[in-house]
């Protein structure tokens, strides 16, 4: 049996080939037979440009529908695929995009324009190209090539994307997750939210990360239903088309950003059947204003780059606030002590979990892959929380020094890396700070050279053009010392404490 993912989605749609799968305003209606021979032609051009089989293809695009068809021609060609946040910076002080070239070795990436030239610079011999454009283009030379293609035949254990993410060490690891992780987790998913082909999703998720990518597209692809495909989150655009959606997913800044529109409210949400949120924690105020001002409960649910979704809150049953639901069908989850012994309901403790779902590794990276295993298979997230009476997972935080901001993963390390470089500064701390709209704001506090006065819009602008967007400060604060313990080591949650407190007087 055939296990690349390609073919399990194509299973499920290929007798409703010739019906919608992306609406998109203002733009085609693209249809399923024209996800697969698009697919099918980029297949053959990626394979015409060099790959083979198990070879990485690193992509950093816009959101549009052939960057979707794209992805699923990785797939098909037996390929690796490596979704690349558009927010990284090519420059020459940014270090995002070449760690990544570097590591994960791609023989194809494809680019927007405007950085082809930049890309082809750090990659010579890799066949770099963007997507869009003439003859050159990965859809130029996909053009003229058949519509058929065979998909390759995949093991399980095959890889199908490389995800990075990063870790306590500030070096980003590459999340392996192959065709089994992503198949399996996608059929929990459509049979556990109840997708059918009458579904339509509301799509304004980026598509390079697991929320946007996997989660949304699959579901849709499996149950054969449609997309309305946005190319980003704007709340009033939102609003003008949930009337025609019945599923929506989101990140909690999304559902904020809604909530401030006067315009939101029950008559906009009259089609929709169900509201999702994930990728960061859900405010259990925000939960309350969208229910009091829709009617509607927000299904809130766990998930990591390296598992997929673990654990979920019901379709039917209660969704409580400030829980993610109890452990998805064939996913074990479980709170354990520093000792690695069970804790009893209602202990905080470490996450760990196991399933079909959970990636089989970093890459290139066997010994970080060894400490994030237990001996018994379970893979330790790094996460705390704790196990309800009634089975419901509640997390209450991040045993890994991460900030999750507007769903987007942060980590201080690098930026304090950058910070301190810069003229005028001794040492730096970056911290998360509780945010109504983002969940978290990336938030400095600088210690600056005796006899200097670094200032925050300086320190703003100049990371602005050396990192991406999401993980720039949002504010800059100024100390003498920054609080140390007994053993040197700076005490970020005395500064969570200060700075959250502050920031929650800020906005009042």
Known sequence: MNANLYGLLHDHFAEHAEQPCLLIPGGPVIHYDDLDSTSARIAHALLAAGCKIGD??????????????????????????????????????ANELPYFFDDADPAVIVCRNDTLDAITSLRPHAAVMTLHGDSGSLLGQAADKSEVFDTVHSRPGDLAAILYTSGTTGRSKGAMLTHR?????????????????????????????VHGLFVACHCVMLCGGRMLWLPKFDAKTVIAHLPQATVMMGVPTFYTRLLAEPDFGPEVCKTIRLFVSGSAPLLPDTFKAFKARTGHVILERYGMTETGMNTSNPLVEERIAGTVGPPLPGVSVRIV???????????????????????????????????????DGYFRTGDLGEMLPNGYLRIVGRAKDMIISGGLNVYPKEIEEKIDSLSGVCESAVIGVPDADLGEAVTAIVVPEPGTSPSEAEIISTLKSEIAAFKVPKRVHFVDDLPRNAMGKIEKSVLRRRYSAENQDVSR
């Open 56 to 93: 990485r293809v690193a992509v950093q695009v816009d959101k549009s529908w052939e960057a979707l068809a794209l992805y699923l021609a990785s797939l098909r060609a037996g390929l690796v695929y490596l979704p690349l946040n558009t927010g990284y910076q090519v420059s020459e002080n």
């Open 337 to 375: 002590g520093p000792e690695g012994a069970p804790c009893a309901a209602g202990v905080v403790g470490a996450i760990e979990v196991k399933g079909p779902n959970v990636f089989v590794g970093y890459w290139r990276m066997p010994e970080k892959t060894g400490e994030e295993f237990t001996a």
């Open 181 to 209: 992780n992503l198949g399996s987790n996608a059929l929990t998913l459509v049979e556990q939210w109840g997708f059918t082909r009458g579904d339509v999703l509301l799509h304004s998720l980026p598509i390079y990360h």
